[in-house]
Each structure stands twice: as C-alpha cells, then as structure tokens.
C-alpha cells in the first residue's frame, strides 16, 4: 500500500481502514476499497471485491455470489486487468467511481452524467452496485449502476435492452474463457427493430434469434413460456426497449450467462442451501436455431428429415443444392407475385411457428388482427403479418421483404400470415379439412352448347366460405380455354353422371339462369352444379359476362356464394362490419378495380357472408363493365330487382354507378331494420321501407326503424348509418353521394348533409312496372338456399 504516494488515496485509505468492519455494504467519497477487502451486501448474497478467475494471476473488481463456490456474476475490469494486488476502488473528488492501480493510474471509471454532493457507493441484495447521493435519501434513481453494464450474467430485476434517452445499451458479452474474463465473440443483445427482439451473435453475425415477444414469451422458445421459476416482461415505449426477469420462487437464486465455449445463454437455479447451482435451461435449443439455417422461406423442423422445408406454396431456389442439403439459398415462390395484381393475393396462416426474422417489421399495438391482415394487403412489400400479443389477441406485426430464419414447432409456436399467390390460397399447411372448406367453385361452360354450360360448386362451399374462384370458360370446341386460367374441367357426361342425369331428385331449386342440382362427383365430392336453361330470359350473354368479371376480378369481396342472413345471428357490431364491408366492395367495384364496374343488381340475396360474417357481394350476371369515364348509360333492357332498383333506371333505363349507389341504400335500410323493402306491410301506411324510414327521420323518432333483434347497440352508429342510407336513396341521382363519400362518412364523425326525400317510397315501383323487361331477375334463389336444406 506504501506505493500510494497521492495526498488524497492515502487518508482515504487510512480512513477506510480505521472504519472497516466485517460485513460493511457501502463506502462513501472518504472511503475506498483495497484490493483484499469486500462489500457486502445486506441479506449477505452477495459480495464485492478482487479475484483472479481459475488458474489466472490477474486481479478482477467483481461482484459474486457470497457462498461457498464464490460464482462471478459482474466484472468491472474485464478487459483491463491489474497484475497484482495494489487495486484500490474509490469515488474521487468529482464523484466518479474510478479503480487505480499501483501507479496510481485509473484502470477502470464510471461514466455518470450527474456529480453527486454526497456520494454514497452501495452494493444491494439484487447484486447491483449503485452510486447514489445521500442527499436523495433511498432514491432509485441511481448515479451509476453495476446492472447498467452486465458482464455475462443477467440477474434478476435486471434490465435486458436499451434505454433509448441515453443511448444505453445493456447487453451480455461472454467471458473468452473460465480463467479469462475479457470480452469473448459471443454478444446477446436487444435489437430494437420497430419489432425488438434479442439476438446472439457471434462478432457481427447473427448466430441465434430467441423470437420477438407475443404476450407470453419468445416466439422462437415456447418451451420456456410460463414456468414455475422466473417470469419476463418486454417494456417497450419511445425511453426503453427492454426485457427484464424476476423470480417467482423466491427461495430460489436463478442467473442466466452468456458461454463463450457452449455458444449458449444458460439458465442455473439454486437454492441457498444447496451445494451447487443446477442446470435449468438454454439457448439455443436445438440446430433448427440455427440463424437462417433453411434460408429465405425456408422452414426447419427437428423431428424432420432432412429438417429443412421450403413453407407450402414455395419450392428450393435451386433444387440441386438443396438436395445436397445446402440450404443457404432458400425458396422462391412456386407462383412469383405480381404487384399489379395485389387484390388477388391472399394470405395463408402457417401455425406453430417461431416467426422470422424482425428486421424489417411495422407494428401497431392497437390494430386487431382483421385491420392487420387489411394493413398488410394494402401495400405489395408486406410478406406477412401476425398478432403483436397472441395472449390478448391483439395488436398488429407486419414484415416486408424475404421472410427468414423460421423455424417450425410441433405445438404451441406462433400462426403467422404470409402473402400468396392466388392459385397457393387454401393450401393451409397441409390442412386438408381447410381446404375443403375453401374449394373452388368452378364455371364450366361446354363447348358451344347453352344447355350445358354449369355451375360446380363443392358442397361445403354452400356454408359460405370461399375465398377464390376459379373459371374454365370454353366458348367452342375449336379455341379452347378463352383465357388462361388453370382450373379442372368438368365435362357433360361427368356432370350429367354426378346430378343423376339432372334428376328431378335432385334439383334444389331455380335461379335466374335455370335450375340447379345438386351432385356427387365420382371421388364423392358434393357438387352443385347450376344449368344454363334455354328458355331463361337471361341468357348466354349474361352467363358469359358473369364468368368473365369473376375471371378478371377476384377480389375477396367478390366471390360467389351466399349465406341466408339469420337475423338473430348478426348483432349490431357484425351488421355494422358488414355494411362497411359492402360499402368497400362496392367502392372497389366503381373505383378502384382495373376496370369500372356497375353491379347492377345489387341486393340481400347477392351479399355473401362467410363464416366470419364478411360480406362478399357475388352474381355479377348483369353487371357492366365501363371504359374510361364512362360512368352512365342507357339500356334497351332493363334488368335487376325490384325494391333494390333506383328511379332513374327502372323508369328510363339510365343507370351509373348512382343506381348501385341507391341499392346500396336500400340495403343499409335493410340490414339496420332486418326488414326487406320489397313486400314491406305495416299497419299504420302504404310505404315501403324507404317510406318507412324517412317518415320516421322526419318524425324524428328513426331509431324505431332498428331491429329488435340486434340486441345491444351504439345508437349513434345506428342513426348514421340511417342517415348514411336515407342519402343513398334519394330520389334525384346527383344528391346521392358516391362509394368513396359513403365510405368515408361511415368512418368518420364529421357531420352529414340533410337527407332529402326517397325515391320509390310508395310501395312498389307500379308506375316503372310497364317499362320493366320480363327477364328481371327475381332471383329468389340462391346458392345458400341450397345449402339451407
Ligand atoms: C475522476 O475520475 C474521472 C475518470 O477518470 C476523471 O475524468 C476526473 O477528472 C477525476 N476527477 C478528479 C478530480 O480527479
Ligand atoms: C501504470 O501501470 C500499468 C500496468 O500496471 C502500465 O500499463 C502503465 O503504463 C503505468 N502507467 C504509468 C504512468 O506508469
Ligand atoms: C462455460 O461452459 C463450460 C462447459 O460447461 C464450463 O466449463 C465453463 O466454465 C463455462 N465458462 C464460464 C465462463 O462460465
Ligand atoms: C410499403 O411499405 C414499405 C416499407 O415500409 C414502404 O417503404 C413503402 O412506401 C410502402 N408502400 C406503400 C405504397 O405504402
């Protein structure tokens, strides 16, 4: 100690000395702490001073556990060590910690922002060694401290992760070594991506991802999820990003370490009175940990052989190396997507999973997963999207570019959504029950022969659920398929084989176009199979165009198949979801499709609902496809439905996207009332519904309009959605507002012109009566109907 010649070190010194006491646990600015001499902590767990690791000469500033095997858990010279024992830690004049060696020169120093007036070194029972200032009382808010700057141990109560204000990484480095303590390769540390997860890399490359946080624990380690020993929280705002555990068994002492020769963060519990710290858990768990080890859409899935897959609905980037089982490359899409194309894309849910990599994320706490699913559809870069918090079920994770470094589990893991090409949709990961649920309505029209031109429907699609269509259209027998789309053909006699020859038995009802059959094809699919009959008014010409639009658009609003709406089952939330639903269809339809598009002949029995109760609007059998900014035209036939028509076009003919608009209309009226505005008795007029509902908006009394079996609602989103109506149906076609301005005012709040009068509010349009073609479609039936018996 004599070597000390500073005025200053030594009457701290001496002082140190005079005062010292076995068991102290702080020193202030006129103490320090000699190399041979110790800290320790209250409750006596844990214990500050100097020691050489292993076999080494050199002197460490450390803290350990306080019992027999003396296990390190922080250094504060790692890469700086004294070589012999004139250590000395002090707090100097300007209130930084320093470590001197015999020289006098400072080995080691605190960084603190603040200078404390009276500043007190601590070390606590959690095993953190704090600077404070006396002159705070007990303060937490600490000058310095040891859990600011891990070594290779996390402690619990220890923050994982950064603190953002101050650019404060807190991070595991391994020990090089047992007997070394310098910093290995091996760094585990939070990378706050807009999607913070931990990584462990080894120098710069990432070696091993634990998984981003959902709710309940990593993604990438759901064996870890709740346990009987620690538990661990994310805390995520715009200060800090970081993971923290705590014990939950308190008669436990648990640490977990980054180890440079394992690779591994490992977990070791202990109980006090134990001998020897036992072994509790690791990571990385298995080799499908791996960092990227099946490349870009790559699975790895351990009990498998050879453990890496290409996901469903992508196949190896090149088949020969990946044979060879070098998987680095990864997999490519079997159908590459087309942007152009985005609102025919779909997304397909791969369960089990650890989700990949977070790099390039969005995430949004509030969204739920119908709103993320929408987030993600709406820009062609998003490759997948998921729930933030699969606990809650909330909040909203998307990923742009290549998905990488997933791995599969058995159980439990993850569902994440990733974008596919139409033709890949239904492909669920093998589910087979799901994708019957999802088959494919077929349109086979044979060759050149009206009566036999089909609808095939598999039966489990008449409960709702379709997400795609797919079309074979033959127009003759010499051309072949009119455009490019790869679907099974069905041929007469197989057709004719399956409905029993149309039977009679076998005919579930007449739609617009003929009457319809049900079927069985020869591998026992149900069918249903709708034929083209000769003498429907509507004829080839509808047919075809219907086959066409449907073709062309496959948009997920607009598919066939229909649900019968069983009023009790559509609460206010799912009608007031499905009316916003056909409101973006339709806005899709007039707006936003590649081609301008009036429905005409938009009505209840034309809305599908899926088994979410999605509105889907289907039979576009008389729409009309418009050029340019063509938006009205006149008709020589007139074809819709009653109740649903506008004035102008069942009057003159004269039809624009503002006849789809009073539909529209007519439909909201129809939802909110659960009454249909065709055939509409009640006693006290002659009204229809529309009339209905406006003489109860000027009474002032419209919420009378509302079914009672809607159970509870908002009655503000009740009156706008009337009022949304009630200007989707007036009589002169330029008050009524267009898809864009419905869609609007039913999200917003903003206030909303006065409605004016409805047209066709007396009843049923009998004046239009004579001007109406005979080929109106009165479509009573359905699809669904079907279905229903
Ligand atoms: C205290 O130590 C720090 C870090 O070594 C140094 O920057 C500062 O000048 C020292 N203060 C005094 C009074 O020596
Ligand atoms: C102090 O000692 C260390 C080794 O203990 C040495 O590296 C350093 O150069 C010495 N500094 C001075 C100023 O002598
Ligand atoms: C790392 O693990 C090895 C093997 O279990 C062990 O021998 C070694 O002491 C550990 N290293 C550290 C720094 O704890
Ligand atoms: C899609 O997302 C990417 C990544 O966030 C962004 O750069 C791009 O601007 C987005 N595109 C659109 C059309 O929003």
């Not at 700057?149 to 991070?171: C, E, H, I, S, V």
């Not at 997933?406 to 139409?422: A, S």
């Not at 007029?685 to 009394?701: F, K, P, T």
Request: proline content about 4%.
């Amino acid at each position: 100690m004599g070597v000390l010649s500073s005025m200053f070190v030594i009457p701290n010194l001496l002082f140190f000395f005079f005062e010292t006491t076995y068991g102290i646990d702080s020193i202030t600015s006129t103490q320090s702490l000699a190399d041979g001499n110790t800290l320790v902590s209250k409750d006596g767990n844990f214990e500050l001073g100097f020691f050489s690791p292993g076999s080494s000469k050199n002197r460490y500033l450390g803290i350990w556990y306080n019992i027999h095997d003396k296990t390190v858990v922080w250094v504060a010279n790692r890469d700086s060590p004294i070589d012999n024992s004139s250590g000395i830690l002090m707090i100097n004049s300007t209130g930084t910690l320093v470590l001197l060696s015999q020289n006098k020169s400072v080995v080691w120093s605190t960084s603190s922002l603040k200078q404390a007036q009276t500043p007190l070194l601590q070390l606590l029972d959690t095993g953190n060694l704090v600077l404070t200032d006396e002159k705070n009382g007990n303060s937490e808010d600490y000058l310095w401290q040891s859990f600011d700057y891990p070594a290779d141990t996390m402690l619990p109560g220890m923050k994982f992760g950064w603190d953002l204000k101050r650019g404060l990484n807190r991070r595991l480095i391994a020990w090089k070594n047992w007997d070394d303590p310098s910093s290995g390769d091996f760094i585990f540390e939070v990378k706050h991506h807009n999607y913070p997860e931990a990584y462990l890399f080894q120098g710069t490359i990432k070696y091993y991802r634990v998984g981003p946080w959902n709710g309940i624990g990593f993604s990438g380690s759901p064996g870890l999820w709740p346990n009987p020993v620690y538990a661990f929280t994310l805390v995520y705002n715009q200060d800090e990003v970081y993971f923290m555990f705590t014990l939950k068994d308190k008669s436990l002492l648990t640490r977990a370490v980054l180890n440079q020769t394992t690779s591994m963060v490992q977990r070791f519990t202990r109980k006090e009175t134990a001998q020897s710290w036992k072994f509790y858990d690791a990571l990385p768990i298995d080799r499908c940990d791996s960092y990227g080890v099946c490349g870009a859409y790559g699975r790895c899935i351990i009990t498998e052989s050879p453990v890496c897959q290409c996901l469903n609905g992508f196949k190896p980037k090149s088949q020969q190396k990946w044979d060879s089982m070098d998987w680095s490359q990864g997999c490519v899409r079997n159908k590459p997507l087309n942007c152009q194309e985005i609102i025919t894309h779909g997304f397909v849910k791969f369960p089990n999973l650890k989700v990949p990599d977070t790099t390039y994320t969005w995430v949004n706490t509030s969204m739920n997963l119908k709103e993320c699913r929408e987030k993600c559809l709406s820009n062609c870069s998003c490759t997948a999207y998921t729930n933030l918090d699969i606990k809650e079920g909330i909040g909203c994770a998307i990923w742009f570019g290549d998905l990488l470094d997933i791995k599969q589990f058995p159980v439990d893991g993850q569902d994440l959504y990733i974008r596919m090409h139409p033709s890949e949709l239904g492909m669920e990961n093998g589910h087979k029950k799901n994708i019957a649920a999802i088959v494919a309505c077929s349109i086979v029209v044979v060759s050149g022969m009206l009566l036999g031109s089909y609808y095939v429907c598999s039966k489990e699609n008449l409960r709702g659920i379709m997400e795609r269509m797919r079309i074979i259209v033959h127009t003759s027998n010499s051309k072949g398929p009119e455009e490019d789309m790869e679907l099974p053909l069905f041929d007469l006699s197989t057709i004719a084989r399956a409905t029993d020859d149309f039977s009679l038995n076998n005919k579930l009802g007449e739609g617009g176009f003929g009457p319809v059959y049900k079927g069985t094809l020869l591998e026992g699919k149900d069918i249903a199979v709708k034929r083209l009959s000769k003498s429907s008014g509507q004829g080839l010409n509808e047919f075809k165009n219907e086959v066409n639009l449907i073709a062309k658009l496959q948009h997920r609003n607009l598919v066939k198949l229909l649900d019968q709406t069983k009023s009790n089952l559509l609460d206010w939330r799912k009608r007031i979801d499905i009316i916003g639903g056909i409101a973006r269809g339709l806005l899709y339809l007039h707006q936003d499709s590649r081609l301008r598009i009036i429905h005409r002949d938009l009505k209840a029995s034309n809305i599908l609902l899926d088994n979410n109760m999605n509105p889907k609007i289907s039979d576009f059998g008389l729409a009309k496809l418009f050029g340019g900014d063509q938006c009205e035209a006149n008709t020589n036939r007139i074809v819709g439905t009653y109740g649903y028509m506008s004035p102008e076009y069942a009057v003159h003919g004269q039809y624009s996207i503002k006849s789809d608009v009073f539909s529209f209309g007519v439909l909201i009226l129809e939802i909110i009332s659960g009454k249909k505005n065709r055939g509409f008795r009640h006693p006290e007029h002659h009204l229809n519904l529309l009339g209905h509902a406006w003489r109860l908006w000027i009474e002032d009394r419209p919420i009378e309009l509302i079914d009672d079996s809607v159970g509870d609602f908002n009655i503000f989103e009740v009156l706008r959605c009337i009022h949304v109506g009630l200007l989707c149906v007036q009589n002169r076609q330029e008050d009524r507002p267009n898809m864009s301005y419905v869609v609007l005012m039913l999200s917003s709040e903003s206030l909303l012109p006065k409605p004016r009068q409805p047209g066709f509010y007396t009843d049923s349009p009998r004046e239009a009566d004579s001007s109406l073609s005979t080929t109106c479609s009165e479509n009573k039936i359905t699809f669904t109907s079907f279905e229903a018996r």
